[in-house]
């Protein structure tokens, strides 16, 4: 069984521009959230998906959206990008409803703005 | 939403020693998960709990969930080089439609010295 894949690995681009990153879960998973990860801030949760709709959404700006497609594939796009947006943005997804729930991870793309 | 915090940020073992990692809330939380990142990686789960005063072992990993459900702990004994990496506690959010959503602690970076 596939596990959570995310691409592109890494990227670089540069302030001002635009980026979308993409994850494709585990089959049958149709939960699938996304996550910022920075050695200042930790690990921060973005938003959540599920079945086409976003269930959650984390303190970030609207600068950081987000869909998810029929087949449960989900993108992030960050709009006009600034340094700090530099981060390991993480995709996760889950199969079962509920608490307890275990998040399989990808191995995540990592940003840098220059 | 349900925080944490987690205790200590950084451990340096000696191999072979054991360590302690907590994580504590000032509300009761509902579950708890943890999570491993090794360097370079991305985080992997470990374990849930979800019960009153709950222990779980995994080889050389005991975790165990306070009384009060306000605190959990990973204990490792006898540390390997393997153990090297972040430990994340994590806690899911128990809405009906926000489950999707884990909120991670700071983690503990652990570094072995042989």
């Known amino acids: 069984k596939a596990g959570v894949t995310q691409t592109p690995r890494y990227l670089i681009k540069t302030r001002g521009q635009q980026v979308t990153l993409s994850c494709s879960p585990i089959?049958?998973?149709?939960?699938v959230s996304w996550y910022q990860q920075t050695p200042g801030q930790g690990l921060q949760f973005l938003f959540e998906y599920f079945s086409e709709t976003q269930r959650n959404k984390g303190n970030f700006p609207g600068r950081f959206s987000g869909r998810q497609f029929s087949n449960s594939r989900s993108e992030m796009n960050v709009s006009t990008l600034e340094l700090g947006d530099s981060a390991l943005y993480l995709c996760?997804?889950?199969?079962?409803?509920?608490?307890?729930?275990?998040?399989?991870f990808g191995q995540g793309t990592r940003l840098t703005v220059v | 939403g349900q925080q944490v915090m987690q205790i200590p940020q950084y451990q340096h073992v000696q191999e072979g020693e054991d360590f302690t990692t907590y994580c504590n809330s000032s509300?009761?939380?509902?579950?708890i998960q943890w999570y491993k990142q090794r360097p370079g990686g991305h985080p992997v789960f470990l374990i849930q709990l979800v019960k009153s005063g709950e222990v779980k072992k995994q080889k050389r990993l005991t975790f165990q969930f306070g009384e009060a459900k306000k605190n959990s702990s990973l204990h490792i004994t006898a540390t390997q080089t393997t153990d090297v990496g972040t430990y994340f506690c994590?806690?899911?959010?128990?809405?009906?439609?926000?489950?999707?959503?884990?909120?991670f602690g700071a983690g503990t970076q652990v570094v072995v010295t042989p």
């Open positions: 994590a806690v899911r959010d128990d809405g009906a439609d926000s489950w999707g959503k884990l909120q």
């Open positions: 996760a997804s889950s199969a079962q409803q509920g608490v307890g729930t275990e998040a399989f």
């Open positions: 089959s049958g998973h149709r939960s």
């Open positions: 509300t009761t939380l509902s579950n």
